[in-house]
């Protein structure tokens, strides 16, 4: 269950392996979240693999096991609409994101795939309001390793706050 | 209904009577800012609509499909329990202790064999009886409950249940009328084209707040004006375009109402009134048009069906996404939107798929549901911060036809029977 | 107390008085929700109740050994400070500055030998005294106060304090009976049991704000009932069982009540009434067992004392543990809750451990206290959400005896009080 | 102003207008907590004072050079729109759709041609006149507006809008005074002052909420009593000392004031009136003086001019700042201030610097701002939490010259008038 | 005392040696903290050692010298005491809780025992509730590393948020 | 502008540097946060260089290319004059303040000279007051590294947070 304990990893990694691949998705992430959080979401789409999938699931479905994602791209396609849908073509208010991503932690590798999870909280900030916790919630992420270069091959956000404020517009 | 005398209004209902310094507008066009900000409205309503005569959505049967399940759910702001009992009764009650008060449920849902509240025990079965409560006699003899306490006068506050292929309504009245002609005839064809009878199956569950009244939310949904100008995606790739073929129908005390709209084969020519949509963009092309694409699954004229039901529920079929969204109100200014989605049990894995992938274009986050939220909390910015007023309906009139698009009809209906209902 | 006429009260007030729309149900037993719910009400309080004929605690000497040592509190929702003067001499007065009206001391204990208001500087003694204003006499011979201004006029609103054994209690009210005729003798007998003259010393002091009506904290520690149902680990280890040696005082007037319970050797036989507890675990053992040592240090035939002092005290003696929690309103449906944890000065350092181990049981993160807090909760959420009733606290009779324990007699009494003092 | 039949006023403020309740004390020093924390009291002066005949600021035209910027802005607690036209004139309107209400500008500043709400594309010029309505005449020619539909009559509400040297202030009141009239001879000569006709450069804009009522902010700038002691920036630096050269006008109406003070050359002298203060830090030192150096730009014997403009605008020049600190109340306990800092265009580069860099003195981050912000905060928890009764103001005689400065003689002044406009 | 500056170390640390001993803690955290916001508590005591303690301290307490503590645990007896109770025997409404864990210095190493401090913020959401921010507060930790493998002797939270919402019911 | 992506590296880095200089960072600002969180703003001005610079500024001013700051110190003297200021002389209620800082990323490195950038978020406790959310935002830095130690050359504080709650006491 996405919301169980992490998985085994195939070949245990060394202490110096899983510190290098540790930091590697911190730089991923960081750059993650300074791109969605400047509002440049057009580039969201290239932390993907072309078949990359992301989700965004409420934790009360992810535990009762149902399959319904708040947001579901699978693949580059989807990944590229969505984007474009947030860039042109949806009505929302100016809003300031900020992410705040601790807790990377390596828990597989395996021919370069790269299981790993986070937690991740957002705040949001509109116009003459308060800024406010728009969802915090966990990573749980697959990555493929090419060369020096992490893509998400996946990226599950299980989310804590079951009872969105609004709406969620950029993806977390 | 069990032991009503203990069920008086309450204080805050009766001083939010006091509304005698609030007129409504002559014209009939005309909707005043303070059905949207006042709390002496939100509290009028709680009495007057949703403990009145009315049927309110509160389930669907996929959601406890075994004896002894059960979830939690509202009706208006009041928190209750639906549950199956073991002879596969559907009951509804409050979720309210009859000793303390103690709101007793805390999980989204569940299996049970009996609710027992966690500060005195007090035990209720499925059909929210009570069932026992400790020490009753006391101890060595002494203490305990009066010997005339009688337990079927400690029963949670039960509702009034009516199902209908699948869907689950509650009434806190018993002097209602049948669902059926609740809906009328015509509502009732709708709902059946979304409810054909088939077994559902539960694809999830989304919840968010919404900072506006909640009527804004009926109001969109009995608005086409938005739906073809605000929706890029239904306009842009004609998923409800003022051109394409249309039907409003309303019931005939003109509470409920249906907006039917037959998306065409293929993208909509560029026709005339696109000039007018803002929204239309005549370039824009889906990189993956999965998440439009039409499996035919019905014999319906209509592609997409957006039915309300007074007045809390919220019936959408849009292409092949099925979905029902409850209204929970939360003071003058906040609702609470349960965005319930929904396939056929006989789906195949492909068909699900394709609906939990359609499924991006509703919700909180989906392409649509983004839209609507932030207009409905810009109209409640705008009520609340401004100089107080009315806003205005005026589109189209109130003897044209189902097939006229650009109207305010259904809003314009809605509101001759809600100050029916509420006295004002 | 001075200037009087400076405390007229508020328009708040003078409107909540408008509560002839309330009416308390006939039924002895029942206890309407708006009392936990109402605004109105909530206004009347803070002034028939916390500014009225009552003693409020307000410290324990130990917090303020030394000359100039002074301490935030509150009365009801009134922010005040508990001053030590040069003499030893402690006093009370509000916070807040005659001036202008400035909250101006906002640590939370401290030593000093003036207050200043930070905003122009208005300086007042350990009395609450004003000493001096900047510029009395203006600048240059020109501006300044007024000639015939008076200091003397312009002191603090000074509270009537008493202290019994190190613990300082304040009023409003200058015309009130004493402290000890305000307990009645059994409730001072059983505030010397928890009190017995021995110096205190302070280990710590805990802070929660609770999301419920003020009075359900009064309510739980005069509710022996869910005592025995709620808490594992009263009723798994024995420290309250329905079937240990018990008694429920109430003073003459209802307002005040003492709990004892007296804790068996050991563990408690799996008796009777063990049958109909829920949350009792006879197969749960403690890996350390020094949580619940009781070491003896009173010749008290009880091992709990839980004493509630109307308005705002609870004190509770559990095994060797010594609390006092202060009630502190903030609306009608909110309160904090300040736990102050102490021993006696003579303890040795293994009783201190043990004292501060034992604390593990009680405060926003105890073994029972998160019991009460979220059962507070539920009921509060339940009372504010539901259709407005009444609950009922129909348990035991009036008329009888201290030793019955499945009773909501103290709970009855005390409303009893509570409707007269409010004029309900 | 447009379609006024729309513009009746809210139950609300109807209700707000019972206050009857309330009465001002008879001493004419005294100032009654209720005007800081009554709900009704807040709502009355939205209609009596910001929406009543006054002039309230607005924006900087500095803010809008160009034909087609516009700025968001509120008067009162009311959103609006400040717009230059392509003739280069100034509109003001609300910011809220004439069709169902939305707020449908959610931005600082920018520039546009038309405003279009988000929700059905209602259109409006840089006038705020409604320029179209899509689907106007509905589509295949059933639906859309009545016949009778008039653009005109839909507009945005429209403001009275006066400019002078390049400050915006704007009016819900067509029958009003000239600006000019408005402030009167001297406060006008002060206006000029601070703005000489040189046209303004933009540095920056800040905002922050204040936990208070809005007029404690009006109070703080009308006090010299506070400006002398709470300060230790101008006191130790010798910035505002009751010292110093000082004058301290009102206009007729006792709305308006200013506070002038004369740095001297240097440090102040260790004269008399420091022993009183016990913000000044004689040995307090800078380690970069520039943040307090004054580079003469003015002819005007004052080194600090602070003007109140009722109601909403506070003007600060200090040594080389310039800024105006525009009002938004939010509620009873809560108002936003927007801190805007300017220059003037023909600054060069280093005098721009030292601007920005002086600005280190004010502002939500400022070494004055925060002493400022803070003690009206102690002021609103004082107020809201204590047992209402009246603050006083009793500092000097309102017949004194405006050399003296130990007085309260501004705010007695303006409160005469307030008592007036409200009716209380 | 306990908020004060942090103490010095017995030898000083190669940059190498930190920075190694500065990632085992954060996996230490995340696990920790994953573990917790699982809600798997009765997993708790197994990240302490035999004579683990374990303190929650409100700020103004430890600030006045006053000893009480809001939990405290003085081995494993309590540890696993706590983490049965709040299992099997406590009553409280069913929580989601999430942690950030940020901030992690190693401030003094000696004899395998490393001491070292980070920050934490825990989110809490309950059933048809927004998220709320429960606590936040600072870990003052003792750890005692076993070949690879850390447990901590000793974990003080000192907490900021000295108003407690509501209670405490996992241990930060 | 301020907000915008990171500015490109004068020579690229090993991954190895890379790390090296992010957990230096990291442990820099894990002890100014420390010596701000302490209330110990005396200290605040030596983790700056002698001509250090440090800049409040709200986002919605870096966008418009307004140069106003909400705090501003150019060099030592200051620094020194603001932290005597708020240590001494100005008046405010004692409040306790927490930092939260994430994704420490390094943009460039050149002649000792390090850009960096990474999150903020502050929390703020004022008595009997629950703890709120005083501002959240990015550090955009540039750190002198002399040897083993780091200094900030600039700290531009760009806040989200555009409107203030009350006033901002400490720097972030
Ligand atoms: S409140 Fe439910 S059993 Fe007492
Ligand atoms: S408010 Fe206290 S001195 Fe003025
Ligand atoms: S609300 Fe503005 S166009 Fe309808
Ligand atoms: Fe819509
Ligand atoms: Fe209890
Ligand atoms: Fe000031």
């Given at each position: 269950?996405?919301?169980?304990?992490?998985?085994p990893t195939?070949?245990?990694?060394?202490?110096?392996?899983?510190?290098?691949?540790?930091?590697?998705?911190?730089?991923?992430?960081?750059?993650y979240?300074?791109?969605?959080?400047?509002?440049?979401?057009?580039?969201?789409?290239?932390?993907?693999?072309?078949?990359?999938v992301?989700?965004?699931?409420?934790?009360?479905?992810?535990?009762?096991?149902?399959?319904?994602?708040?947001?579901?791209?699978?693949?580059?396609?989807?990944?590229?609409?969505?984007?474009?849908?947030?860039?042109?073509?949806?009505?929302?208010?100016?809003?300031y994101?900020?992410?705040?991503?601790?807790?990377?932690?390596?828990?597989?590798?395996?021919?370069?795939?790269?299981?790993a999870?986070?937690?991740?909280?957002?705040?949001?900030?509109?116009i003459d309001?308060?800024?406010?916790?728009?969802?915090?919630?966990?990573?749980?992420?697959?990555?493929?390793?090419?060369?020096?270069?992490l893509l998400?091959?996946?990226?599950?956000?299980?989310?804590?706050?079951?009872l969105?404020?609004?709406?969620?517009?950029?993806?977390? | 209904?069990?032991n009503?005398?203990?069920?008086?209004?309450?204080?805050?209902?009766?001083?939010?009577?006091?509304?005698?310094?609030?007129h409504?507008?002559?014209?009939?066009?005309a909707?005043?800012d303070?059905?949207?900000?006042?709390?002496?409205?939100?509290?009028?309503?709680?009495?007057?609509?949703?403990?009145?005569?009315?049927?309110?959505?509160?389930?669907?049967?996929?959601e406890?499909?075994?004896?002894?399940?059960?979830?939690?759910s509202?009706?208006?702001?009041?928190?209750?329990?639906?549950?199956?009992?073991?002879?596969?009764?559907?009951?509804?009650?409050?979720?309210?202790?009859?000793?303390?008060?103690?709101?007793?449920?805390?999980?989204?849902r569940?299996?049970?064999?009996?609710?027992?509240?966690?500060?005195?025990?007090?035990?209720?079965?499925?059909?929210g009886?009570?069932?026992?409560?400790?020490?009753?006699?006391?101890?060595k003899?002494?203490?305990?409950?009066?010997?005339?306490?009688k337990?079927?006068e400690?029963?949670?506050?039960?509702?009034?249940?009516?199902?209908?292929?699948?869907?689950?309504?509650a009434?806190?009245?018993?002097?209602?009328?049948?669902?059926?002609?609740?809906?009328?005839?015509?509502?009732l064809?709708?709902?059946?084209t979304?409810?054909?009878?088939?077994?559902?199956?539960?694809?999830?569950?989304?919840?968010?707040t919404m900072?506006?009244?909640?009527?804004?939310?009926?109001?969109?949904?009995?608005?086409?004006?938005?739906?073809?100008?605000?929706?890029?995606?239904?306009?842009?790739?004609?998923?409800?375009?003022?051109?394409?073929?249309?039907?409003?129908?309303?019931?005939?005390?003109?509470?409920?109402?249906?907006?039917c709209?037959?998306?065409?084969?293929?993208?909509p020519?560029?026709?005339q009134?696109?000039?007018e949509?803002?929204?239309?963009?005549a370039?824009?092309?889906?990189?993956?048009?999965?998440?439009?694409?039409?499996?035919?699954?019905?014999d319906?004229?209509?592609?997409s069906?957006?039915?309300?039901?007074?007045?809390?529920?919220?019936?959408l079929?849009?292409?092949?996404?099925?979905?029902?969204?409850?209204?929970?109100?939360m003071?003058?200014?906040?609702?609470?939107?349960?965005?319930t989605?929904?396939?056929?049990?006989?789906?195949?894995?492909?068909?699900?798929?394709?609906?939990?992938?359609?499924?991006?274009?509703f919700?909180?986050?989906?392409?649509?549901?983004?839209?609507?939220?932030?207009?409905?909390?810009?109209?409640?910015?705008?009520?609340?911060?401004?100089?107080?007023?009315?806003?205005?309906?005026p589109?189209?009139?109130?003897?044209?036809?189902?097939e006229?698009?650009?109207?305010?009809r259904?809003?314009?209906?809605?509101?001759?029977h809600?100050?029916?209902?509420?006295?004002?």
């Open positions: 269950m996405l919301t169980s304990a992490h998985s195939a070949r245990p990694l060394s202490r110096a392996q899983l510190r290098d691949l540790c930091s590697a998705i911190e730089e991923f992430n960081a750059d979240a300074d791109t969605l959080d400047r509002g440049d979401i057009e580039q969201w789409p290239s932390y993907f693999t072309e078949d990359g992301y989700r965004l699931i409420a934790r009360d479905n992810a535990d009762a096991n149902l399959p319904l994602s708040l947001m579901s791209c699978e693949g580059m396609g989807m990944l590229k609409d969505r984007a474009y849908a947030i860039a042109h073509t949806e009505m929302f208010a100016p809003r994101t900020l992410h705040q991503i601790t807790q990377v932690r390596v828990t597989g590798f395996d021919e370069g795939i790269i299981t999870r986070a937690n991740y909280v957002i705040y949001e900030t509109l309001e308060p800024t406010r916790l728009l969802q915090c919630g966990k990573y749980r992420d697959t990555f493929l390793m090419g060369g020096e270069k998400l091959k996946e990226r599950n956000c299980i989310y804590d706050t079951v969105v404020p609004t709406c969620i517009v950029y993806p977390p | 209904m069990t009503t005398s203990r069920f008086a209004s309450s204080p805050a209902v009766n001083r939010a009577e006091e509304v005698s310094d609030l409504w507008p002559d014209d009939p066009a909707i005043p303070w059905i949207y900000t006042d709390p002496r409205i939100y509290e009028l309503e709680q009495r007057r609509i949703f403990q009145g005569r009315t049927w309110n959505y509160v389930a669907l049967e996929a406890l499909p075994k004896p002894g399940d059960y979830i939690r509202y009706i208006g702001a009041t928190p209750i329990i639906v549950a199956r009992d073991e002879h596969g009764k559907i009951h509804a009650f409050e979720n309210r202790c009859a000793h303390r008060g103690a709101e007793f449920c805390k999980t989204y569940g299996n049970t064999k009996l609710f027992i509240c966690p500060y005195h025990q007090w035990t209720y079965d499925l059909s009886a009570l069932a026992s409560v400790p020490f009753r006699r006391g101890v003899g002494v203490g305990g409950m009066p010997a005339d306490f337990l079927e400690h029963n949670l506050r039960g509702l009034n249940v009516t199902c209908r292929h699948g869907v689950v309504f009434s806190f009245r018993d002097d209602i009328e049948s669902f059926e002609d609740y809906l009328g005839p015509d509502m064809d709708q709902f059946d979304v409810f054909d009878g088939r077994p559902l199956k539960l694809l999830g569950v989304h919840r968010n900072p506006g009244n909640w009527k804004l939310y009926q109001e969109n949904l009995k608005d086409p004006y938005h739906a073809t100008l605000l929706h890029t995606y239904l306009t842009t790739f004609g998923l409800f375009v003022a051109g394409n073929k249309t039907m409003i129908l309303t019931d005939s005390k003109g509470r409920h109402s249906t907006l709209n037959a998306r065409p084969q293929g993208r020519e560029n026709d009134s696109k000039k949509i803002r929204s239309f963009h370039a824009m092309k889906l990189a993956d048009p999965r998440v439009l694409q039409l499996i035919p699954e019905k319906s004229p209509w592609t069906n957006a039915i309300t039901i007074w007045p809390n529920l919220i019936l079929r849009q292409t092949n996404i099925l979905g029902a969204r409850q209204i929970v109100p003071g003058a200014n906040q609702f609470m939107l349960i965005w989605t929904f396939g056929y049990a006989d789906d195949d894995a492909a068909m699900e798929q394709h609906r939990l992938r359609q499924n991006n274009i919700g909180p986050g989906g392409f649509i549901g983004i839209d609507d939220n932030e207009a409905i909390k810009f109209v409640q910015d705008g009520v609340t911060h401004s100089i107080p007023r009315h806003g205005v309906a589109l189209g009139q109130d003897v044209e036809g189902p006229v698009v650009i109207t305010d259904a809003i314009r209906s809605l509101y001759r809600y100050r029916e209902e509420m006295g004002l």
